[in-house]
Protein backbone atom coordinates (compact mmCIF):
# COMPACT_ATOMS: atom_id res chain seq x y z
CA UNK A 1 0.00 0.00 0.00
CA UNK A 2 2.72 2.58 0.94
CA UNK A 3 4.45 1.45 -2.68
CA UNK A 4 0.87 2.67 -4.10
CA UNK A 5 0.69 6.09 -2.22
CA UNK A 6 4.28 7.26 -2.95
CA UNK A 7 3.51 6.28 -6.57
CA UNK A 8 0.32 8.40 -6.57
CA UNK A 9 2.35 11.10 -4.74
CA UNK A 10 5.24 11.40 -7.26
CA UNK A 11 2.79 10.87 -10.39
CA UNK A 12 0.77 13.68 -9.50
CA UNK A 13 3.68 15.98 -8.25
CA UNK A 14 6.03 15.38 -11.23
CA UNK A 15 2.92 15.63 -13.92
CA UNK A 16 2.28 18.45 -12.41
CA UNK A 17 5.78 20.47 -12.26
CA UNK A 18 6.03 18.89 -15.73
CA UNK A 19 3.13 20.30 -17.23
CA UNK A 20 4.10 23.68 -15.32
CA UNK A 21 7.47 23.33 -17.76
CA UNK A 22 6.08 22.61 -20.75
CA UNK A 23 3.17 25.29 -20.09
CA UNK A 24 6.18 27.91 -19.53
CA UNK A 25 7.32 26.87 -23.03
CA UNK A 26 4.04 26.70 -24.88
CA UNK A 27 3.25 30.59 -22.96
CA UNK A 28 6.47 31.76 -24.63
CA UNK A 29 5.82 30.53 -27.76
CA UNK A 30 2.50 31.79 -28.26
CA UNK A 31 3.68 35.07 -27.17
CA UNK A 32 1.82 35.15 -23.87
CA UNK A 33 2.21 38.66 -22.16
CA UNK A 34 4.70 37.74 -19.28
CA UNK A 35 2.44 40.23 -16.21
CA UNK A 36 -0.32 37.96 -17.43
CA UNK A 37 -1.36 36.15 -13.86
CA UNK A 38 -1.18 32.57 -15.46
CA UNK A 39 2.49 33.39 -16.61
CA UNK A 40 3.50 34.84 -13.83
CA UNK A 41 2.11 32.33 -11.80
CA UNK A 42 4.12 29.53 -13.88
CA UNK A 43 7.41 31.31 -13.77
CA UNK A 44 7.30 31.42 -9.84
CA UNK A 45 6.84 28.07 -9.96
CA UNK A 46 9.50 26.74 -12.42
CA UNK A 47 12.24 29.60 -12.08
CA UNK A 48 14.79 27.67 -9.61
CA UNK A 49 14.98 25.04 -12.90
CA UNK A 50 14.55 27.28 -15.88
CA UNK A 51 16.48 30.27 -15.15
CA UNK A 52 19.69 28.67 -14.63
CA UNK A 53 19.69 26.35 -17.48
CA UNK A 54 19.00 30.00 -19.17
CA UNK A 55 23.03 30.17 -18.63
CA UNK A 56 23.46 27.57 -20.62
CA UNK A 57 20.57 26.68 -22.92
CA UNK A 58 19.37 30.35 -25.24
CA UNK A 59 15.67 29.89 -26.70
CA UNK A 60 15.88 29.92 -30.68
CA UNK A 61 13.33 31.06 -32.57
CA UNK A 62 10.58 31.68 -29.87
CA UNK A 63 10.89 28.31 -28.43
CA UNK A 64 11.93 28.40 -25.04
CA UNK A 65 14.69 25.40 -24.68
CA UNK A 66 15.26 25.72 -21.04
CA UNK A 67 11.57 25.16 -20.24
CA UNK A 68 11.68 22.23 -22.34
CA UNK A 69 15.21 20.47 -21.32
CA UNK A 70 14.01 21.14 -17.61
CA UNK A 71 10.65 19.26 -17.89
CA UNK A 72 13.05 16.57 -19.83
CA UNK A 73 14.71 16.56 -16.78
CA UNK A 74 12.02 16.31 -14.38
CA UNK A 75 10.93 13.60 -16.44
CA UNK A 76 14.12 11.42 -15.78
CA UNK A 77 14.03 12.22 -12.46
CA UNK A 78 10.71 11.14 -12.22
CA UNK A 79 11.20 8.19 -14.32
CA UNK A 80 14.04 7.19 -12.01
CA UNK A 81 12.18 7.34 -8.93
CA UNK A 82 9.41 5.08 -10.56
CA UNK A 83 11.59 2.48 -11.73
CA UNK A 84 13.78 2.65 -7.96
CA UNK A 85 10.21 1.97 -6.26
CA UNK A 86 8.63 -0.83 -8.82
CA UNK A 87 12.48 -2.08 -7.17
CA UNK A 88 14.39 -2.44 -10.84
CA UNK A 89 18.20 -1.16 -10.63
CA UNK A 90 17.55 2.06 -12.82
CA UNK A 91 21.24 2.05 -14.09
CA UNK A 92 20.63 -1.02 -15.78
CA UNK A 93 17.91 -0.06 -17.97
CA UNK A 94 19.22 3.60 -18.39
CA UNK A 95 19.43 3.97 -22.20
CA UNK A 96 15.55 2.13 -21.83
CA UNK A 97 14.81 4.85 -18.78
CA UNK A 98 15.85 7.45 -20.94
CA UNK A 99 13.42 6.78 -24.31
CA UNK A 100 10.44 6.53 -21.32
CA UNK A 101 11.43 9.46 -19.80
CA UNK A 102 10.95 11.24 -23.34
CA UNK A 103 7.83 9.65 -23.91
CA UNK A 104 6.62 10.96 -20.16
CA UNK A 105 7.22 14.51 -21.57
CA UNK A 106 5.24 13.52 -24.58
CA UNK A 107 2.40 12.17 -22.75
CA UNK A 108 2.60 15.76 -19.93
CA UNK A 109 2.17 17.68 -22.80
CA UNK A 110 -0.69 15.73 -24.31
CA UNK A 111 -2.31 15.62 -20.88
CA UNK A 112 -2.02 19.67 -20.90
CA UNK A 113 -3.40 19.98 -24.24
CA UNK A 114 -6.27 17.62 -23.16
CA UNK A 115 -6.86 19.64 -19.97
CA UNK A 116 -6.94 23.33 -21.54
CA UNK A 117 -8.79 22.07 -24.44
CA UNK A 118 -11.30 21.11 -22.10
CA UNK A 119 -10.86 23.86 -19.68
CA UNK A 120 -11.61 26.32 -22.49
CA UNK A 121 -14.38 24.46 -23.79
CA UNK A 122 -16.54 24.55 -20.72
CA UNK A 123 -15.71 28.07 -19.88
CA UNK A 124 -17.26 28.76 -23.31
CA UNK A 125 -20.17 27.05 -22.57
CA UNK A 126 -20.51 27.82 -18.97
CA UNK A 127 -18.82 31.51 -18.82
CA UNK A 128 -17.85 32.82 -22.27
CA UNK A 129 -16.75 36.62 -21.10
CA UNK A 130 -14.85 35.07 -17.90
CA UNK A 131 -11.06 36.91 -17.93
CA UNK A 132 -9.52 33.62 -18.11
CA UNK A 133 -11.07 33.17 -21.98
CA UNK A 134 -8.84 35.05 -23.86
CA UNK A 135 -5.82 33.53 -22.07
CA UNK A 136 -7.49 29.96 -22.75
CA UNK A 137 -8.18 31.25 -26.51
CA UNK A 138 -4.58 31.90 -27.05
CA UNK A 139 -3.37 28.82 -25.62
CA UNK A 140 -5.47 26.47 -27.64
CA UNK A 141 -5.74 28.34 -30.72
CA UNK A 142 -3.00 26.85 -32.56
CA UNK A 143 -4.34 23.68 -31.65
CA UNK A 144 -7.64 23.96 -32.63
CA UNK A 145 -7.69 26.63 -35.64
CA UNK A 146 -6.16 23.80 -38.05
CA UNK A 147 -9.08 21.33 -36.80
CA UNK A 148 -11.51 24.08 -37.53
CA UNK A 149 -10.70 24.44 -40.91
CA UNK A 150 -11.17 20.83 -41.80
CA UNK A 151 -14.63 20.43 -39.51
CA UNK A 152 -17.80 22.92 -40.23
CA UNK A 153 -19.20 24.46 -37.53
CA UNK A 154 -22.94 23.11 -36.73
CA UNK A 155 -25.45 25.91 -36.01
CA UNK A 156 -22.53 28.00 -34.52
CA UNK A 157 -21.24 25.08 -32.72
CA UNK A 158 -17.28 24.28 -32.85
CA UNK A 159 -16.92 20.90 -32.55
CA UNK A 160 -13.03 21.38 -32.72
CA UNK A 161 -12.34 20.76 -29.25
CA UNK A 162 -14.14 17.44 -29.55
CA UNK A 163 -11.69 16.50 -32.71
CA UNK A 164 -8.99 17.31 -30.65
CA UNK A 165 -9.94 15.29 -27.39
CA UNK A 166 -10.21 12.40 -29.58
CA UNK A 167 -6.37 12.63 -31.31
CA UNK A 168 -5.20 13.57 -27.73
CA UNK A 169 -6.42 10.63 -26.21
CA UNK A 170 -5.76 8.35 -29.30
CA UNK A 171 -2.37 10.14 -28.92
CA UNK A 172 -2.07 9.02 -25.12
CA UNK A 173 -2.90 5.73 -25.39
CA UNK A 174 -0.20 4.86 -28.06
CA UNK A 175 2.50 7.25 -25.88
CA UNK A 176 0.99 4.73 -22.76
CA UNK A 177 1.30 1.65 -24.21
CA UNK A 178 4.87 1.94 -25.43
CA UNK A 179 6.10 3.53 -21.75
CA UNK A 180 4.21 0.15 -20.59
CA UNK A 181 6.36 -2.12 -23.35
CA UNK A 182 9.22 -0.65 -22.24
CA UNK A 183 9.55 -1.02 -18.62
CA UNK A 184 7.04 -3.87 -18.05
CA UNK A 185 4.97 -1.32 -15.40
CA UNK A 186 2.93 1.96 -15.96
CA UNK A 187 4.22 5.74 -15.92
Known sequence: MFGEIARFLLNTVFT?????????AWLQFVRMPAYNPVSHAVQQVTNWLVLPLRHVIPGVRGIDWASIVAALIASVAYVLLMVTLAGVDP??????LLIVALLTVIKWALNLALWLTILMALLSWLNPNSPAMPVLYQLTAPLLNPL?????????????PILLFVIVQILLMVVTRAAVSLTLFGI
Open 91 to 96: LGALPT
Open 16 to 24: LFGAALLLR
Open 148 to 160: RRIVPQLGGLDLS
